[in-house]
């Protein structure tokens, strides 16, 4: 199975910003659709932006224009930047392929009102 380690989570206030990364222990991580979910307390993990091997985005719409998704293939590494930080965007954020249940330890990201 793929592993992967999130980082870059912090407690910032809202308004700000922060950048998530994600490496991927993937072989053949370059022809993969990758992933952004979140989970908040006491809910279900939820879909937040995904990227393909071309580059094409899809974001949730809680999220679009606020957030942004990118790649490095080089680098194995997928990254989400996340600006205009609400307090309702506070969770656990994961990377993950796209349409596969293997999830890495994620992220928490705090955003204070």
């Known amino acids: 199975q793929v592993q992967f380690a999130e980082s870059g989570g912090d407690l910032v206030q809202a308004g700000g910003s922060l950048r998530l990364s994600c490496v991927a222990f993937d072989n053949f991580f370059s022809i993969k659709t990758f992933g952004w979910y979140r989970q908040a307390p006491g809910k279900q993990r939820e879909f937040v932006a995904a990227?393909?091997?071309?580059?094409?985005?899809n974001y949730a719409d809680s999220v679009k224009g606020r957030f942004t998704i990118s790649r490095d293939n080089a680098k194995k590494m997928v990254y989400l930047q996340m600006s205009s930080l609400k307090p309702e965007d506070t969770a656990v954020y994961y990377c993950?392929?796209?349409?596969?249940?293997?999830w890495g330890q994620g992220t928490q990201v705090t955003v204070s009102a």
């Open positions: 993950a392929r796209v349409g596969y249940n293997n």
């Open positions: 990227i393909t091997s071309g580059g094409a985005t």
